[in-house]
T-cell receptor
Framework: AQSVTQLGSHVSVSEGALVLLRCNYS??????LFWYVQYPNQGLQLLLK??????LVKGINGFEAEFKKSETSFHLTKPSAHMSDAAEYFC???????????FGKGTRLSVIA | EAGVAQSPRYKIIEKRQSVAFWCNPI?????LYWYQQILGQGPKLLIQ????????DSQLPKDRFSAERLKGVDSTLKIQPAKLEDSAVYLC?????????????FGPGTRLTVT
């Protein structure tokens, strides 16, 4: 079975500061890993995904994440936060194939002007 | 390309009433999922369809929840009777079959409030 732990239910950063959202996973087989963003009253939008190719994955809106097998981590980063980045972020894991996603509890990102 | 459509967007019902949600996936997507997202938590799978067959419904509370996907396209999720703890956002997602590193595309969700 797979599971995801997101450290910090709420992260607050200043505009222009580094964004770091933490995600650790557990999987008995090689995982696929995803980061989704959810704006208020909207569905989930895919930011980026790891599918066993390059360990450093670049996504939309300047976000990137690095897969570290030894640490079972897939932390999300962005060099400079914008006000528009304020949202809920979810890390998710699945196994190879067309299988359901297992989500973490989410991290709410606030950006302070 | 049109995205995943869901309706209604919002629904308020009293406990013990019934309710139904509708989902229209992206054209050509064989796999369809229903997730339940309770406030403050990540989405949790309720049921997965492959075309019009059920792949995984192990987490669906079958005493009150039911779902179907007629003709392998649209899907409906029903709750009867509803309980207070069913208050949540119900998300529908679809994906392409057999695509390596598949992506799930989510609809806007239906926010259910049970009073």
């Amino acid at each position: 079975a797979q599971s995801v732990t997101q450290l910090g239910s709420h992260v607050s950063v200043s505009e222009g500061a580094l964004v770091l959202l933490r995600c650790n996973y557990s999987s008995s087989v090689p995982p696929y890993l995803f980061w989704y963003v959810q704006y208020p009253n909207q569905g989930l939008q895919l930011l980026l995904k790891y599918t066993s190719a390059a360990t450093l994955v670049k996504g939309i809106n300047g976000f990137e994440a690095e897969f570290k097998k030894s640490e079972t981590s897939f932390h999300l980063t962005k060099p400079s936060a914008h006000m528009s980045d304020a949202a809920e972020y979810f890390c998710a894991v699945s196994v190879q194939g067309n299988t359901p996603l297992v989500f973490g509890k989410g991290t709410r990102l606030s950006v302070i002007a | 390309e049109a995205g995943v459509a869901q309706s209604p967007r919002y629904k308020i019902i009293e406990k013990r009433q019934s309710v139904a949600f509708w989902c229209n996936p992206i054209s050509g997507h064989a796999t369809l999922y229903w997730y339940q997202q309770i406030l403050g938590q990540g989405p949790k799978l309720l049921i997965q369809f492959q075309n019009n067959g059920v792949v995984d419904d192990s987490q669906l509370p079958k005493d009150r929840f039911s779902a179907e996907r007629l003709k392998g396209v649209d899907s409906t999720l029903k709750i009867q009777p509803a309980k207070l703890e069913d208050s949540a956002v119900y998300l529908c997602a679809s994906s392409l079959e057999g695509v390596r590193g598949y992506e799930q595309y989510f609809g806007p969700g239906t926010r259910l409030t049970v009073t």
